[in-house]
């Protein structure tokens, strides 16, 4: 069964620290590794990842994928109390004929970030 | 990306109602999905609407509880059947583009069955 595990479940940090959200995956025809930032309701995507080793980066967020050891960080520096949110990972598994399937979502991170 | 909205925002029903959920794109896409996130759980897919044919229904998930429809390429609904305190969840329409991974979602619509 495909299945996505984000470590750890929560995380409270103080403004300015710098925070590593871990990513394991299990899935057949990997596709692609999603980061999401949950704050209320809708997710917003952030990245998506489909070669390893390559850092994708925004402002003060970086990810990588690492396909080797099915695993995928999302780090932030100085980080801020907007910061505050559930990240989640998602990954597409390739459908047959390619073309877009679900997401299979981990029950993500929920970082408070304090003053 | 697509602008995503959905009505309502939220409601609170009683067991044994239905609500309907509704999803408008502001452009036409090929995919449209909805998902349902119980508190403190990620999402999961419940059924991916099809335009002009029946929806995918994910394992758990059944039509009867869950018909949907999609009369066109820019909107979809969603209902919810025989509501349970159990059914109390966000409801999510995504939507994404015909050979990519990223999906884009809707504000959600919260839930809460008395």
């Known amino acids: 069964e495909d299945k996505v595990v984000q470590s750890p479940l929560s995380l409270v940090v103080h403004e300015g620290d710098t925070v590593t959200l871990n990513c394991s995956y299990e899935?057949?025809?990997?596709?692609?590794l999603l980061w999401y930032k949950q704050e209320k309701k809708a997710p917003t995507f952030l990245f998506m990842l489909?070669?390893?080793?390559i850092e994708k980066k925004s402002g003060r967020l970086s990810s990588i994928l690492d396909k080797k050891e099915l695993s995928s960080i999302l780090n932030i520096t100085a980080t801020q109390t907007g910061d505050s949110a559930i990240y989640l990972c998602?990954?597409?598994?390739?459908?047959?004929?390619?073309?877009?399937?679900?997401?299979?979502f981990g029950k993500g991170t929920k970082l408070s970030v304090k003053p | 990306s697509a602008v995503i909205s959905q009505k309502p925002s939220r409601d609170i029903c009683q067991r044994g109602t239905s609500l309907t959920i509704q999803c408008q794109v502001d452009?036409?896409?090929?995919?449209m999905f909805w998902y349902r996130q119980q508190p403190g759980q990620s999402l999961t897919l419940i059924a991916t609407?099809?335009?002009?044919?029946?929806?995918?229904?994910e394992s758990g998930f059944v039509i009867d509880k869950f018909p949907i429809s999609r009369p066109n390429l820019t909107f979809s609904t969603l209902t919810v059947s025989n509501l349970s305190p159990e059914d109390s969840s966000i409801y999510l329409c995504?939507?994404?583009?015909?050979?990519?991974?990223?999906?884009?979602f809707g504000p959600g619509t919260r839930l809460t069955v008395t």
């Open positions: 998602a990954v597409s598994p390739m459908n047959y004929g390619g073309s877009q399937g679900n997401l299979i």
């Open positions: 899935v057949t025809n990997f596709r692609s």
């Open positions: 489909t070669s390893s080793g």
């Open positions: 452009s036409q896409v090929t995919m």
């Open positions: 609407a099809n335009q002009g044919s029946e929806a995918t229904y």
């Open positions: 995504s939507t994404g583009t015909s050979g990519g991974s990223v999906q884009y």
